[in-house]
Protein backbone atom coordinates (compact mmCIF):
# COMPACT_ATOMS: atom_id res chain seq x y z
CA UNK A 1 0.00 0.00 0.00
CA UNK A 2 1.62 3.59 -0.81
CA UNK A 3 1.06 6.93 0.23
CA UNK A 4 -2.77 8.10 1.96
CA UNK A 5 -3.98 10.58 -0.67
CA UNK A 6 -7.84 12.37 -0.72
CA UNK A 7 -9.38 11.92 -3.85
CA UNK A 8 -12.44 13.90 -5.45
CA UNK A 9 -15.30 12.72 -7.00
CA UNK A 10 -17.53 15.31 -8.99
CA UNK A 11 -20.02 14.71 -11.42
CA UNK A 12 -23.70 15.38 -12.45
CA UNK A 13 -26.16 14.17 -9.66
CA UNK A 14 -27.43 10.81 -9.70
CA UNK A 15 -24.09 9.67 -11.64
CA UNK A 16 -23.58 6.85 -8.39
CA UNK A 17 -21.06 8.95 -7.16
CA UNK A 18 -21.70 8.15 -3.57
CA UNK A 19 -21.91 4.35 -4.93
CA UNK A 20 -18.34 4.27 -6.07
CA UNK A 21 -17.24 6.80 -3.10
CA UNK A 22 -18.10 4.53 -0.70
CA UNK A 23 -16.59 1.26 -1.84
CA UNK A 24 -13.41 2.91 -2.45
CA UNK A 25 -13.29 4.40 0.90
CA UNK A 26 -14.01 0.90 2.27
CA UNK A 27 -11.66 -1.07 0.04
CA UNK A 28 -8.82 1.69 0.71
CA UNK A 29 -9.96 2.03 4.40
CA UNK A 30 -10.25 5.54 3.53
CA UNK A 31 -12.66 8.04 4.98
CA UNK A 32 -15.86 8.88 3.21
CA UNK A 33 -17.56 12.16 3.25
CA UNK A 34 -20.21 13.34 1.29
CA UNK A 35 -20.38 16.98 0.50
CA UNK A 36 -23.88 16.98 -1.23
CA UNK A 37 -25.31 15.75 2.53
CA UNK A 38 -23.78 18.81 4.00
CA UNK A 39 -25.74 20.96 1.24
CA UNK A 40 -28.59 18.98 2.06
CA UNK A 41 -28.36 19.97 5.85
CA UNK A 42 -28.40 23.29 5.57
CA UNK A 43 -31.24 22.88 3.33
CA UNK A 44 -33.02 21.66 5.90
CA UNK A 45 -32.12 23.38 8.21
CA UNK A 46 -33.75 26.16 6.51
CA UNK A 47 -36.68 24.28 5.79
CA UNK A 48 -37.59 23.72 9.27
CA UNK A 49 -36.41 27.31 10.54
CA UNK A 50 -39.24 28.28 7.77
CA UNK A 51 -36.34 30.26 5.63
CA UNK A 52 -36.88 27.75 2.85
CA UNK A 53 -40.13 27.15 1.88
CA UNK A 54 -41.10 24.86 -1.20
CA UNK A 55 -40.90 26.92 -3.84
CA UNK A 56 -38.22 29.94 -1.92
CA UNK A 57 -36.04 30.81 0.27
CA UNK A 58 -34.82 34.04 2.44
CA UNK A 59 -31.25 34.18 1.54
CA UNK A 60 -30.43 36.48 3.67
CA UNK A 61 -32.14 35.36 6.98
CA UNK A 62 -30.31 32.01 5.95
CA UNK A 63 -27.10 33.43 5.60
CA UNK A 64 -28.08 35.18 9.25
CA UNK A 65 -28.30 31.55 10.48
CA UNK A 66 -25.13 30.06 9.41
CA UNK A 67 -23.54 30.47 12.39
CA UNK A 68 -26.27 28.19 14.20
CA UNK A 69 -25.37 25.02 11.61
CA UNK A 70 -23.12 22.27 12.88
CA UNK A 71 -23.25 19.38 10.56
CA UNK A 72 -21.26 16.58 11.05
CA UNK A 73 -20.80 12.80 10.73
CA UNK A 74 -21.36 9.22 12.85
CA UNK A 75 -20.61 5.85 12.04
CA UNK A 76 -23.81 3.92 12.23
CA UNK A 77 -23.01 -0.11 13.79
CA UNK A 78 -26.73 -0.80 12.37
CA UNK A 79 -26.14 0.48 8.99
CA UNK A 80 -22.46 -0.01 9.06
CA UNK A 81 -22.13 3.53 7.13
CA UNK A 82 -21.96 6.96 8.08
CA UNK A 83 -25.25 9.17 9.12
CA UNK A 84 -25.58 12.52 8.87
CA UNK A 85 -26.48 14.73 11.73
CA UNK A 86 -27.60 18.44 12.16
CA UNK A 87 -27.00 20.18 14.83
CA UNK A 88 -26.76 16.58 16.77
CA UNK A 89 -29.53 14.91 15.13
CA UNK A 90 -29.60 12.24 12.76
CA UNK A 91 -30.89 13.77 9.38
CA UNK A 92 -29.60 11.23 7.28
CA UNK A 93 -33.10 9.59 6.10
CA UNK A 94 -34.81 13.14 5.85
CA UNK A 95 -32.44 15.23 4.00
CA UNK A 96 -32.92 12.51 0.87
CA UNK A 97 -36.20 13.29 0.12
CA UNK A 98 -37.20 14.86 -3.44
CA UNK A 99 -38.57 17.99 -1.44
CA UNK A 100 -34.92 18.55 -0.11
CA UNK A 101 -33.86 17.68 -3.26
CA UNK A 102 -35.49 20.26 -4.82
CA UNK A 103 -34.35 23.60 -3.00
CA UNK A 104 -30.99 22.31 -2.36
CA UNK A 105 -29.52 23.33 -5.78
CA UNK A 106 -30.60 26.92 -5.10
CA UNK A 107 -29.38 26.98 -1.30
CA UNK A 108 -26.12 25.45 -2.90
CA UNK A 109 -25.44 28.50 -5.25
CA UNK A 110 -25.34 31.06 -1.95
CA UNK A 111 -21.84 32.52 -2.28
CA UNK A 112 -21.50 32.03 2.08
CA UNK A 113 -23.43 28.77 2.09
CA UNK A 114 -20.06 27.84 -0.12
CA UNK A 115 -17.64 29.47 1.78
CA UNK A 116 -19.02 27.99 5.26
CA UNK A 117 -18.96 24.13 3.97
CA UNK A 118 -15.85 24.18 2.04
CA UNK A 119 -14.42 25.66 5.05
CA UNK A 120 -15.40 22.57 6.63
CA UNK A 121 -14.89 20.00 3.92
CA UNK A 122 -10.91 21.36 3.76
CA UNK A 123 -10.64 20.56 7.64
CA UNK A 124 -11.99 16.85 7.10
CA UNK A 125 -9.31 16.54 4.04
CA UNK A 126 -6.46 17.88 6.42
CA UNK A 127 -4.78 14.33 7.08
CA UNK A 128 -5.29 12.77 4.03
CA UNK A 129 -6.77 9.63 3.54
CA UNK A 130 -10.55 11.29 2.51
CA UNK A 131 -12.93 10.69 -1.02
CA UNK A 132 -15.09 13.58 -0.97
CA UNK A 133 -18.08 13.26 -3.83
CA UNK A 134 -19.52 16.47 -4.66
CA UNK A 135 -19.61 18.97 -7.37
CA UNK A 136 -16.94 21.13 -6.67
CA UNK A 137 -13.99 19.03 -5.17
CA UNK A 138 -11.45 18.45 -7.61
CA UNK A 139 -11.77 22.15 -8.83
CA UNK A 140 -12.15 24.36 -5.15
CA UNK A 141 -11.92 22.18 -1.81
CA UNK A 142 -9.15 20.07 -2.60
CA UNK A 143 -7.41 21.57 -5.84
CA UNK A 144 -4.13 19.30 -4.99
CA UNK A 145 -5.98 16.18 -4.74
CA UNK A 146 -3.88 13.16 -6.20
CA UNK A 147 -6.73 11.85 -7.65
CA UNK A 148 -9.65 13.72 -9.68
CA UNK A 149 -12.78 11.68 -11.30
CA UNK A 150 -15.48 13.18 -13.05
CA UNK A 151 -18.44 11.01 -13.59
CA UNK A 152 -21.14 11.47 -15.91
CA UNK A 153 -24.17 9.28 -17.43
CA UNK A 154 -26.88 10.15 -19.73
CA UNK A 155 -30.08 11.75 -18.24
CA UNK A 156 -32.02 8.65 -18.91
CA UNK A 157 -29.56 6.08 -17.11
CA UNK A 158 -29.32 8.30 -14.38
CA UNK A 159 -33.23 9.23 -13.66
CA UNK A 160 -34.05 5.65 -14.22
CA UNK A 161 -31.39 4.89 -11.56
CA UNK A 162 -32.74 7.23 -9.15
CA UNK A 163 -36.00 6.33 -9.72
CA UNK A 164 -36.01 3.00 -8.84
CA UNK A 165 -34.33 4.16 -5.60
CA UNK A 166 -36.86 6.63 -4.89
CA UNK A 167 -39.88 4.41 -5.43
CA UNK A 168 -38.05 1.03 -3.48
CA UNK A 169 -38.36 3.65 -0.20
CA UNK A 170 -41.78 4.32 -0.61
CA UNK A 171 -41.72 8.03 -2.71
CA UNK A 172 -44.93 8.23 -4.99
CA UNK A 173 -43.34 9.79 -7.40
CA UNK A 174 -43.01 9.18 -11.24
CA UNK A 175 -39.96 8.61 -13.72
CA UNK A 176 -41.21 12.06 -15.79
CA UNK A 177 -40.68 14.07 -12.06
CA UNK A 178 -37.53 12.71 -11.33
CA UNK A 179 -36.02 13.23 -14.95
CA UNK A 180 -37.40 16.64 -14.64
CA UNK A 181 -35.61 17.20 -11.27
CA UNK A 182 -32.36 15.66 -12.36
CA UNK A 183 -32.11 18.17 -15.33
CA UNK A 184 -33.20 21.32 -13.60
CA UNK A 185 -30.33 20.61 -11.23
CA UNK A 186 -27.54 19.70 -14.04
CA UNK A 187 -28.63 23.50 -15.27
CA UNK A 188 -28.83 24.92 -12.08
CA UNK A 189 -24.93 23.39 -10.61
CA UNK A 190 -23.23 23.87 -14.15
CA UNK A 191 -24.32 27.60 -14.61
CA UNK A 192 -24.38 28.95 -11.01
CA UNK A 193 -21.69 31.54 -10.84
CA UNK A 194 -20.37 30.27 -7.65
CA UNK A 195 -17.92 27.34 -8.25
CA UNK A 196 -20.14 25.92 -10.89
CA UNK A 197 -19.42 22.34 -11.81
CA UNK A 198 -17.25 21.66 -14.39
CA UNK A 199 -14.28 19.17 -14.88
CA UNK A 200 -10.95 20.07 -13.38
CA UNK A 201 -8.18 20.12 -16.12
CA UNK A 202 -6.77 17.05 -14.58
CA UNK A 203 -9.74 14.65 -13.50
CA UNK A 204 -10.14 11.75 -15.38
CA UNK A 205 -13.53 11.49 -16.77
CA UNK A 206 -15.61 8.17 -15.90
CA UNK A 207 -18.83 7.63 -17.95
CA UNK A 208 -20.71 4.88 -16.72
CA UNK A 209 -23.62 4.86 -18.69
CA UNK A 210 -22.93 1.34 -19.85
CA UNK A 211 -20.29 0.36 -17.43
CA UNK A 212 -21.32 -2.57 -14.64
CA UNK A 213 -20.48 -1.32 -10.69
CA UNK A 214 -17.71 -4.18 -10.86
CA UNK A 215 -16.29 -2.64 -14.25
CA UNK A 216 -16.55 0.91 -13.03
CA UNK A 217 -14.68 -0.23 -9.65
CA UNK A 218 -11.99 -1.82 -11.09
CA UNK A 219 -11.00 1.13 -13.29
CA UNK A 220 -11.26 3.49 -10.58
CA UNK A 221 -9.32 1.00 -7.85
CA UNK A 222 -6.60 0.74 -10.80
CA UNK A 223 -6.18 4.68 -10.60
CA UNK A 224 -6.65 4.89 -7.10
CA UNK A 225 -3.50 2.47 -6.49
CA UNK A 226 -1.50 4.16 -9.39
CA UNK A 227 -1.35 7.56 -7.65
CA UNK A 228 -0.77 6.26 -4.41
CA UNK A 229 2.42 4.99 -5.36
CA UNK A 230 3.51 8.53 -6.85
O1 LIG B 1 -24.77 14.96 -4.42
P1 LIG B 1 -26.16 15.41 -3.99
O2 LIG B 1 -27.21 15.19 -5.04
O3 LIG B 1 -26.55 14.90 -2.66
O4 LIG B 1 -26.00 17.00 -3.85
C1 LIG B 1 -27.09 17.80 -3.53
C2 LIG B 1 -26.93 19.18 -4.13
O5 LIG B 1 -25.89 19.88 -3.45
C3 LIG B 1 -26.63 19.25 -5.62
O6 LIG B 1 -27.79 19.57 -6.33
C4 LIG B 1 -25.62 20.35 -5.74
C5 LIG B 1 -25.14 20.63 -4.38
N1 LIG B 1 -23.73 20.33 -4.15
C6 LIG B 1 -22.82 21.32 -4.42
O7 LIG B 1 -23.18 22.39 -4.89
N2 LIG B 1 -21.50 21.12 -4.17
C7 LIG B 1 -21.08 19.95 -3.68
N3 LIG B 1 -19.77 19.78 -3.44
C8 LIG B 1 -22.00 18.91 -3.42
C9 LIG B 1 -23.33 19.13 -3.68
Redesign the pocket.
Known amino acids: MGKKINIAIDGF ?1 SCG ?1 STLAKQLAHKLKYIYID ?3 M ?2 AVTLYGMEQGIVTDEDLDKEALIEELNNINISFNYNRTTGKSDTYLNGKNVESEIRTLRIARM ?2 PV ?1 AIKEVRTKLVKAQQAFGKEKGVVMD ?4 GTTVFPDAKLKIFMTASTEVRAYRRFRELIARGDKITLEEVKENISR ?1 DEI ?1 TTREESPLIKADDALILDNSILTMEEQFDIVLDWAEERQKN
Open positions: SKSGAYRVSSGRDIRD
